[in-house]
């Protein structure tokens, strides 16, 4: 099935226009899901067995005189890639909390750097039955629920076999981990894993499964707080 | 009774007036600006992430007597557990020593404050599991930018700047790096040595070089320092020629242990070749004040900082040269969990 993009400007947040790098978050509107699109002034024809979905995406654009860059993103903490669509524009769908570092570098001008953060709301929702061309603004996105892709969720089936003694201990280590985090005893995060290690906790594939999503994560302290919290609420 | 004078000095070389210190940093940033124009301009400020955080240290400012702007050593307290109170330079390593300290509060801002995904260098302001890189390999690295070699003290606050930016930071607990204390070494020859030539910084570059320095602003007036200080969390370095002594009394200015403030001014009559920390931009009854730290002891009122009015801080400027210690690239955070 095409894939297929009309996109509605709904608003564009010009962000920044500093030194060398000029960034602009531009929120649209994506209609996937059309089939043999025909644009035909200012309607799209498609098929009639096309199943549409509208979703919120962000398109980023970059502006730089400078000869190289490089464009990271992360979402929920998790790198993600950016779909480039030109030369100066990314496109970013699914729904989480955006970071985006933006790099530039010049043999002659040295390197300059710029940040963006943004939300992608929740997901996909079916159009309603005729999409007009100004549809009205959506309103503040809401934090996806479900941190860190269901870690929660995820952490409650692999710790179904623990027995009320292991479970007691595993609860005991995040906790202490946690306010050790929030009182900064512990000021950088290798000292909570290094604690959590030490604790030498049970259950094989809970720890494995957890290695493997932080492997996957970049977290900043505050966050990885949180990404304990969401551990700490499975196992309970 | 030992006085800040009586410390040894480091910034330029000891037959150079003022000017010639001067216009060896103003050559130092045109050819910095010539090849990497910029890590020499103001960047974005980066948002607050962590606001519990900067309400705790607003907290402590005003158990101090401060009413606004933003304090560093503050900061460092809300983190560390106390007020910075890293050993006193032992050479004219003011450059490097003091650079110690306004690096290790940007980092604390970047990783607490702004919630970026990084870690710092360590947790102590002691031993190898330092908050603070080791200051030595700053300090040849500058050195060598400014063409200084041997036993002699000294250095540029502008080559220093570049020195971390092309050179980058040595983390204490490196393996192979020796050294009887940290982040800098108690025995005067080890540290000398360390900026004598470039055998160390040889050894150590590609570690160091991980972390770089990416950018750093000239401050011009107190009113750029505030905004700098207040907006965009950056510290700074002063190199200059003032001496300082205590003036007068703050009419209501007291610290938490009940001692009050005094506002520091210029002493005409002596010349300190020396770097200083700023480490902060500060409100009292509607008027700010420049927080300065001196890494040569607790001589300014039994504080190793005293505080400076505008005034003096628009004369000093002028005379000095101020380069902010702005964003570092610091190694990313590591995995949340074991594996």
């Known amino acids: 099935m095409k894939r297929f993009f009309f996109l509605f400007l709904f608003s564009c947040l010009a962000n920044a226009c500093f030194a060398q790098i000029k960034t602009t978050t531009i929120e649209k509107k994506s209609i996937s899901g059309a089939i043999e699109p025909n644009l035909q002034g200012n309607r799209i024809l498609i098929a009639s067995e096309s199943q549409l979905s509208i979703s919120s995406v962000v398109v980023v654009k970059v502006e730089t005189d400078f000869k190289f860059r490089r464009v990271k993103a992360y979402r929920d903490g998790s790198k993600v890639e950016a779909e480039q669509l030109n030369e100066t524009e990314y496109l970013f769908s699914g729904a989480g909390k955006y970071l985006v570092d933006v790099t530039v570098f010049d043999p002659d001008k040295g390197i300059d750097d710029t940040q963006i953060t943004f939300f992608i709301g929740s997901s996909p929702t079916p159009p309603g039955p005729e999409p007009g061309p100004q549809p009205k603004p959506e309103p503040e996105p809401a934090p996806p629920e479900g941190l860190f892709d269901n870690l929660a969720i995820r952490v409650a089936a692999l710790s179904v076999g623990l027995t009320a003694e292991q479970k007691t201990k595993w609860n005991s280590v995040l906790s202490q981990t946690i306010s050790k985090m929030k009182s900064f005893e512990f000021k950088r995060v290798d000292e909570a894993r290094n604690f959590i290690r030490a604790a030498n906790l049970p259950n094989a594939n809970l720890n494995q499964m957890l290695a493997n999503d932080a492997q996957a994560r970049m977290l900043s302290f505050n966050e990885t707080i949180l990404w304990y919290q969401e551990v700490l609420r499975g196992l309970k | ?339």
């Not at chain 2, 003290?153 to 930016?165: E, F, P, Q």
Request: net charge negative; glycine share 8%.
């Open chain 2, 1 to 339: 009774m030992a006085v800040a004078s009586d410390m040894p000095m480091g910034w330029g070389l000891p037959w150079q007036n003022l000017q010639d210190r001067l216009d060896d940093e103003s050559r130092a940033r045109d050819q910095l600006a010539a090849i990497a124009p910029a890590a020499l301009m103001r960047h974005k400020a980066k948002e607050v992430a962590n606001q519990e955080l900067l309400e705790s240290v607003k907290k402590l400012m005003a158990e101090d007597g401060m009413e606004g702007g933003f304090s560093f050593l503050h900061l460092h307290e809300a983190v560390m557990g106390s007020q910075p109170d890293w050993k006193p330079q032992l050479i004219g390593s003011c450059v490097a020593s003091g650079d110690k300290e306004t690096t290790a509060a940007r980092m604390l801002a970047e990783v607490h404050l702004f919630q970026q995904p990084e870690t710092l260098p360590g947790s102590n302001i002691s031993g190898t599991n330092n908050l603070s890189f080791f200051a030595p390999f700053n300090y040849r690295a500058g050195r060598k930018l400014a063409g200084i070699n041997g036993n002699g003290d000294g250095s540029l606050c502008m080559t220093h700047i570049r020195g971390k930016m092309q050179f980058g930071h040595l983390p204490c607990d490196t393996a192979g790096l020796a050294s009887d204390a940290f982040p800098e070494p108690q025995n005067q020859s080890t540290y000398r040595a360390w900026g004598a030539t470039d055998k160390f910084l040889n050894e150590f570059a590609a570690v160091a070089g991980k972390c770089k320095l990416l950018e750093s602003e000239k401050v011009r007036t107190p009113d750029e320092q505030w905004t700098l200080t207040n907006e965009h969390f950056k510290p700074a370095n002063i190199c200059s020629m003032w001496a300082f002594k205590r003036g007068p009394k703050h009419p209501t200015w007291k610290t938490r242990d009940g001692q009050p403030v005094y506002i520091w001014v210029r002493d005409s009559r002596q010349e300190w070749a020396h770097n200083m920390s700023r480490m902060g931009y500060v409100e009292v009854s509607g008027k700010r004040y420049g927080i300065i730290k001196n890494t040569c002891g607790d001589f300014h009122d039994g504080r190793s900082w005293f505080v400076i009015d505008q005034d003096t801080d628009e004369a000093w400027l002028r005379q000095a040269e101020c380069q902010t210690v702005g964003n570092i690239d610091l190694s990313d955070s590591p995995a949340a969990w074991p594996s």
